[in-house]
T-cell receptor, first 114, second 117 residues
Framework: AQSVSQHNHHVILSEAASLELGCNYS??????LFWYVQYPGQHLQLLLK??????LVKGIKGFEAEFIKSKFSFNLRKPSVQWSDTAEYFC????????????FGTGTKLQVIP | GAVVSQHPSWVICKSGTSVKIECRSL??????MFWYRQFPKQSLMLMAT?????????EQGVEKDKFLINHASLTLSTLTVTSAHPEDSSFYIC?????????????FGNGTRLTVT
């Protein structure tokens, strides 16, 4: 069974600080990896995704994530956060085989202080 | 594109009654939809996978007879919480694959806040 672990539950940063949110997964097969964001009062939105190829993927709003296969990690980064980045971030892994099941991490709540 | 509409956005019902939640893909056909449940301060828990024209696949621990899922068309899946109890109060979220092959992300509805009194 696949599982996803997000180490940081709540992160507080000042504007312009750099961000890195950890995500580790466990699964024996080929996976697709995602980061979703949930702004207050809104639904989940796709931030970025990795399927294959370049392990460094760039998403919307200046976010990027790096897939390190040997570490089973897919950490999310942003060089300089803004107040509008305050949200909850979920890492997710999808079994790229027939079942297509998506498993989410427990989420990291990011609070950016102006 | 890839809009998923979920209705209602919130519902309050009395214990013992049933509630139906609809999930529609507005601008694409979704052969596969997923139903999640999100508890406060916790992650999304996959309840079941809904496949058009066939029976849903439920995750371990999810009661099939309590959470009835119907995926009658390529654009609509419904979740019915039968004989609801206060412990069923939660945030239910549907999502759909756009059908763009294996390399397609999930697109989510806005969720339904269910409160059972």
């Amino acid at each position: 069974a696949q599982s996803v672990s997000q180490h940081n539950h709540h992160v507080i940063l000042s504007e312009a600080a750099s961000l890195e949110l950890g995500c580790n997964y466990s699964y024996g097969g080929t996976v697709n990896l995602f980061w979703y964001v949930q702004y207050p009062g809104q639904h989940l939105q796709l931030l970025l995704k990795y399927f294959s190829g370049d392990p460094l993927v760039k998403g919307i709003k200046g976010f990027e994530a790096e897939f390190i296969k040997s570490k089973f990690s897919f950490n999310l980064r942003k060089p300089s956060v803004q107040w509008s980045d305050t949200a909850e971030y979920f890492c997710a892994v999808k079994d790229s085989g027939g079942y297509q099941k998506v498993t989410f991490g427990t989420g990291t709540k990011l609070q950016v202080i102006p | 594109g890839a809009v998923v509409s979920q209705h209602p956005s919130w519902v309050i019902c009395k214990s013992g009654t049933s509630v139906k939640i609809e999930c529609r893909s507005l601008d694409f056909q979704a052969t596969t939809m997923f139903w999640y449940r999100q508890f406060p301060k916790q992650s999304l828990m996959l309840m079941a996978t809904s496949n058009e024209g066939s029976k849903a696949t439920y995750e371990q621990g999810v009661e099939k007879d309590k959470f009835l899922i119907n995926h009658a068309s390529l654009t609509l899946s419904t979740l019915t919480v039968t004989s609801a109890h206060p412990e069923d109060s939660s945030f239910y979220i549907c999502s759909a694959l756009t059908g763009g092959g294996r390399n397609s992300p999930l697109h989510f509805g806005n969720g339904t806040r269910l409160t059972v009194t």
